[in-house]
């Protein structure tokens, strides 16, 4: 008789998400955010893919692993490019340029530029002393912890 595994129990990942909006490219606003908060995000070598039935979206992601905290913490974007999976071409010389289409990692946050995912298995991170150092930020415009009961894919934060 052929045996089936059940994944009954799955334990939900513990985080907490802060949804940041800004004009700044994650790069610029990275830099900022290290030298205030000193603290050191770096890119990571491979952004968040995701595969799409129009094509493909990869979302930049940089982390930081505090030592005195044992806290994981993620800055991803919260919108991509689309990159078709097809070229269409008319056949003429001066093609028209395609139209650029966007998709979110969180959907329902369109409004999001960019998600700070903090991975901590004690409460040693205070959240509203980082909303606090975030919203000081004059690049900043808003800076919100995001109710995680609303994420309709949390997978989507999966980082490793």
Excluded: C
Aim: glycine content about 2%.
């Amino acid at each position: 008789m052929p045996t089936k595994l059940s994944l009954d129990f799955f334990e939900e990942e513990k985080f907490s998400l802060v949804a940041i909006n800004t004009a700044l490219p994650l790069y610029r606003l990275l830099f900022i955010i290290n030298k205030q908060l000193e603290v050191s995000f770096k890119r990571l070598d491979k952004d968040l893919d995701f595969q799409y039935k129009n094509g493909q979206a990869n979302y930049a992601i940089y982390s930081y692993f505090s030592q005195d905290y044992k806290a994981k913490a993620y800055v991803i974007a919260n919108k991509a490019k689309l990159q078709s999976f097809h070229t269409l071409s008319t056949g003429t010389l001066f093609n028209d340029a395609p139209t650029q289409s966007f998709t979110y990692l969180l959907p329902e946050l369109k409004a999001v530029d960019y998600l700070l995912k903090i991975e901590q298995e004690n409460e040693l991170i205070n959240l509203k002393t980082i909303l606090s150092q975030l919203k000081s930020l004059d690049q900043i415009a808003t800076a919100f912890q995001v109710n995680q009961e609303k994420i309709k894919h949390p997978e989507n934060l999966i980082v490793e």
